[in-house]
């Protein structure tokens, strides 16, 4: 480890190099002089620690010549031993990171990973993940073999370096449970696009790598037009096994449904979710509760992960910002809530941050730019039309421009730049109106009206329209759905779910508009449904294991934790394919 030295101390050693004073080496490095003192280039570098003072030294020596690096990597090394800072750049950050491998000038090293691993893209993540790997980088290969994983769909599309793997190096990517893909075909194309590179060498490859696609997760249709009927795969008997597995596997998965066992065999093994939604709190069986579960969209399964200590709550809003799970306002039964509860998904612990200006029952809530926006709600005596917003970085609310139209149990999402809310009970009647907030200019506009009044309406961003879903319209709960863009201020019709509700959870997940639990008209539900943009169909997701509406969801990207999270992903059946 590097030695440590106080600032006042570092900076008087500075001064001294800077001038050149004092100094007690001079490393030469083809033919360029270095004056520095021993003792600092020791603290940073185990190199010349060994270098100044093994039994094979003279310890008077002065003068040391060092091979095997340039001259300007040798002043960065010697100004980082001072200076504790280099300027890293995409020119200098390779050479840097050898030759700070090369002295073992590990605080400089980590620096270097920790730039190589800011730059990842699309374009450089597998060299780096080779290059990493090489000088034993493992913190920064973790975080590049990560990378390629949640981005694989984009890589196979994007970077020729994806060509150039070998069959051990896919292979590797190919068989993870947390690799990133929304459809298994997507496996299959990208096995085929790397044969296709290079088909003589590679076309013998196929039976080894066809058996990691977890085929039984695709649709019946596909495995027969895609896969079976592929000429490569028609022309390798060993494949044949294979198909006919996923095949039975997959007609058995149509006529009975998902089960437990899926998860031990590869073929049928749902891949780990990146993004996980929550759905928090709410309303059941007459008392608000402290209820959280957990959808794995991959999976198709929820999890209880409540935490028993969190207090109940209900009518509030939820929002994730940098790392947390914000519950903003809402309501136990008793008490009108104008607090804020923050929750680690990693740690699993919740935590109070400053308070709301108002109480908020029946809140909407969005997340923008870093802030935190909470709109309208009911304060316990009125519907109120403030809004405020909250700076983590300052752990402050701060009132903004007031809206238009006194809303609670509206509903709020954001889109392209600014807030949309629609909807609401001004506590005279369920409101069509809509108004934007724009952050720029601290203004509200209202913006055209919806074609049916909703109150308890889900309201969220998929694409680039904003759909308004559900609610209630003074009379009854609505299965209705309408989406506005905002480039013509217009709404129209969508597809109506399958169930009426008001007071919901929504979310988008995995490209697909999640409908969660509500109240139908005559009881709370725990049943949940997707909407699709592509076919324009609703359809049935597996159901909440609580019964509540009242609710509000948020997705959590990313976890490094996130097998607490999902569906046990338990170890595979001997031999299963």
């Given at each position: 480890?590097?030695?440590?030295?106080?600032?006042?101390?570092?900076?008087?050693?500075?001064?001294?190099?800077?001038?050149?004073?004092?100094?007690?080496?001079?490393?030469?490095?083809?033919?360029?002089?270095?004056?520095?003192?021993?003792?600092?280039?020791?603290?940073?570098?185990?190199?010349?620690?060994?270098?100044?003072?093994?039994?094979?030294?003279?310890?008077?020596?002065?003068?040391?010549s060092i091979p095997g690096v340039s001259p300007e990597m040798m002043k960065l090394l010697i100004q980082y031993a001072y200076t504790r800072a280099v300027p890293i750049?995409?020119?200098?950050?390779?050479?840097?990171?050898?030759?700070?491998?090369?002295?073992?000038?590990?605080?400089?090293?980590?620096?270097?990973?920790?730039?190589?691993?800011?730059?990842?893209?699309?374009?450089?993540?597998?060299?780096?993940?080779?290059?990493?790997?090489?000088?034993?980088?493992?913190?920064?290969?973790?975080?590049?073999?990560?990378?390629?994983?949640?981005?694989?769909?984009?890589?196979?599309?994007?970077?020729?370096?994806?060509?150039?793997?070998?069959?051990?190096?896919?292979?590797?990517?190919?068989?993870?449970?947390?690799?990133?893909?929304?459809?298994?075909?997507?496996?299959?194309?990208?096995?085929?696009?790397?044969?296709?590179?290079?088909?003589?060498?590679?076309?013998?490859?196929?039976?080894?790598?066809?058996?990691?696609?977890?085929?039984?997760?695709?649709?019946?249709?596909?495995?027969?037009?895609?896969?079976?009927?592929?000429?490569?795969?028609?022309?390798?008997?060993?494949?044949?096994?294979?198909?006919?597995?996923?095949?039975?596997?997959?007609?058995?998965?149509?006529?009975?449904?998902?089960?437990?066992?899926?998860?031990?065999?590869?073929?049928?093994?749902?891949?780990?979710?990146?993004?996980?939604?929550?759905?928090?709190?709410?309303?059941?069986?007459?008392?608000?509760?402290?209820?959280?579960?957990?959808?794995?969209?991959?999976?198709?399964?929820?999890?209880?992960?409540?935490?028993?200590?969190?207090?109940?709550?209900?009518?509030?809003?939820?929002?994730?910002?940098?790392?947390?799970?914000?519950?903003?306002?809402?309501?136990?039964?008793?008490?009108?809530?104008?607090?804020?509860?923050?929750?680690?998904?990693?740690?699993?612990?919740?935590?109070?941050?400053?308070?709301?200006?108002?109480?908020?029952?029946?809140?909407?809530?969005?997340?923008?730019?870093?802030?935190?926006?909470?709109?309208?709600?009911?304060?316990?005596?009125?519907?109120?039309?403030?809004?405020?917003?909250?700076?983590?970085?300052?752990?402050?609310?701060?009132?903004?421009?007031?809206?238009?139209?006194?809303?609670?149990?509206?509903?709020?999402?954001?889109?392209?730049?600014?807030?949309?809310?629609?909807?609401?009970?001004?506590?005279?009647?369920?409101?069509?109106?809509?108004?934007?907030?724009?952050?720029?200019?601290?203004?509200?506009?209202?913006?055209?009206?919806?074609?049916?009044?909703?109150?308890?309406?889900?309201?969220?961003?998929?694409?680039?329209?904003?759909?308004?879903?559900?609610?209630?319209?003074?009379?009854?709960?609505?299965?209705?759905?309408?989406?506005?863009?905002?480039?013509?201020?217009?709404?129209?019709?969508?597809?109506?779910?399958?169930?009426?509700?008001?007071?919901?959870?929504?979310?988008?997940?995995?490209?697909?508009?999640?409908?969660?639990?509500?109240?139908?008209?005559?009881?709370?539900?725990?049943?949940?449904?997707?909407?699709?943009?592509?076919?324009?169909?609703?359809?049935?997701?597996?159901?909440?294991?609580?019964?509540?509406?009242?609710?509000?969801?948020?997705?959590?990207?990313?976890?490094?934790?996130?097998?607490?999270?999902?569906?046990?992903?338990?170890?595979?059946?001997?031999?299963?394919?």
């Amino acid at each position: 480890m590097e030695r440590t030295m106080s600032a006042t101390t570092r900076t008087v050693y500075k001064e001294l190099w800077l001038k050149g004073q004092l100094s007690d080496v001079v490393i030469m490095v083809e033919g360029t002089a270095f004056n520095a003192h021993k003792i600092i280039l020791c603290g940073s570098s185990s190199y010349f620690r060994v270098l100044f003072t093994g039994s094979w030294s003279n310890t008077d020596r002065r003068e040391y010549s060092i091979p095997g690096v340039s001259p300007e990597m040798m002043k960065l090394l010697i100004q980082y031993a001072y200076t504790r800072a280099v300027p890293i750049t995409n020119d200098n950050v390779q050479e840097l990171l050898v030759a700070a491998d090369q002295f073992a000038v590990l605080g400089l090293l980590q620096d270097c990973c920790n730039f190589l691993e800011s730059q990842l893209c699309l374009e450089n993540c597998i060299g780096i993940w080779h290059y990493a790997k090489f000088y034993f980088c493992s913190e920064l290969q973790s975080a590049a073999h990560r990378y390629i994983l949640r981005h694989f769909e984009d890589l196979v599309e994007a970077s020729n370096d994806f060509l150039e793997l070998s069959l051990d190096q896919l292979l590797n990517i190919i068989e993870k449970d947390d690799l990133n893909i929304k459809q298994e075909d997507v496996v299959f194309e990208a096995i085929l696009r790397w044969i296709n590179h290079a088909p003589s060498e590679r076309r013998g490859h196929i039976s080894v790598l066809l058996p990691k696609v977890r085929m039984a997760l695709m649709e019946l249709q596909h495995i027969i037009t895609k896969v079976r009927d592929n000429e490569l795969v028609k022309q390798t008997k060993e494949c044949k096994a294979t198909v006919i597995n996923a095949l039975k596997a997959s007609h058995y998965r149509t006529i009975n449904g998902p089960s437990d066992l899926d998860f031990r065999k590869l073929m049928t093994r749902p891949r780990q979710p990146c993004d996980i939604m929550l759905s928090i709190g709410g309303w059941s069986v007459g008392n608000p509760t402290n209820a959280m579960e957990a959808y794995d969209a991959r999976g198709k399964r929820w999890l209880n992960v409540t935490i028993p200590e969190e207090s109940p709550r209900a009518y509030h809003g939820a929002a994730y910002l940098k790392g947390w799970v914000y519950c903003v306002g809402g309501f136990d039964g008793v008490n009108h809530f104008n607090s804020v509860r923050k929750f680690d998904p990693v740690a699993r612990t919740w935590h109070e941050v400053a308070p709301m200006h108002s109480r908020r029952c029946y809140v909407s809530v969005v997340v923008l730019d870093g802030f935190i926006y909470a709109m309208g709600g009911f304060n316990g005596y009125v519907r109120v039309n403030t809004a405020e917003r909250y700076e983590p970085e300052t752990n402050q609310w701060t009132l903004i421009a007031p809206m238009h139209e006194q809303r609670s149990d509206a509903s709020a999402t954001t889109l392209h730049g600014k807030v949309y809310i629609c909807g609401g009970f001004s506590g005279n009647e369920c409101h069509f109106s809509a108004e934007t907030y724009s952050p720029e200019t601290n203004q509200w506009t209202m913006i055209a009206p919806m074609t049916s009044r909703r109150s308890g309406v889900g309201v969220i961003a998929y694409e680039d329209l904003l759909y308004a879903v559900g609610g209630f319209d003074g009379i009854h709960r609505l299965q209705s759905v309408e989406a506005y863009n905002p480039l013509t201020n217009s709404w129209r019709s969508i597809p109506e779910m399958y169930n009426p509700r008001s007071n919901f959870g929504i979310e988008v997940v995995d490209d697909l508009l999640f409908v969660v639990g509500g109240f139908n008209g005559s009881s709370t539900t725990n049943i949940v449904e997707y909407y699709d943009r592509e076919t324009y169909q609703w359809s049935n997701a597996n159901n909440m294991g609580i019964f509540r509406s009242a609710l509000s969801c948020c997705v959590v990207p990313g976890l490094p934790n996130v097998a607490d999270y999902i569906a046990p992903r338990v170890a595979l059946l001997p031999g299963s394919q």
